[in-house]
């Protein structure tokens, strides 16, 4: 418990200078971009769920899908995600998790949703969608 302790007095001492910042459960370092997603084939199983990947992840994730497939369907688009974090299969929290995320930028204008299908916004590029932040968990 004291590391734990130890840990977060750390983390929260580097958010006050704004060297990192803090995304739910996950801590992003500032001016570091997520450079790949992680396949987590073989991860622990513990890490292999849905909560322990970062929406900065996800989102990473979510892009590179599209500007590989310049168009893809929101259900495509679920299957090709968890393929690409090493996913054989996509259960309903991943998929939540993926779908949230995609509304997220679809929101923030990186995504555009004609119909059914998703595509990248014109100004987005994979590698600026989360920023200048990267992640640490």
Known sequence: KRILAHVRSGLKHLSRKASVSRDGEFWLVTGRDLEAVRN?????????????????????????????????????????????????????????????????????????LDGEVLRLAATSTPSTQNGSLGLLK
């Open 40 to 112: 987590r084939r073989n991860a622990a199983l513990p890490l292999r769920r849905a909560t322990m990947i970062a929406p900065a992840e996800y989102q990473l994730a979510i892009s590179t899908i599209i500007s590989q497939a310049v168009e893809i369907s929101g259900d495509d688009l679920v299957v090709e995600t968890a393929r690409l974090f090493g996913f054989d299969r996509t259960g309903a929290d991943l998929k939540e998790a993926i779908d949230r995320q995609t509304a997220t930028l679809v929101k923030a204008g990186r995504l555009y």
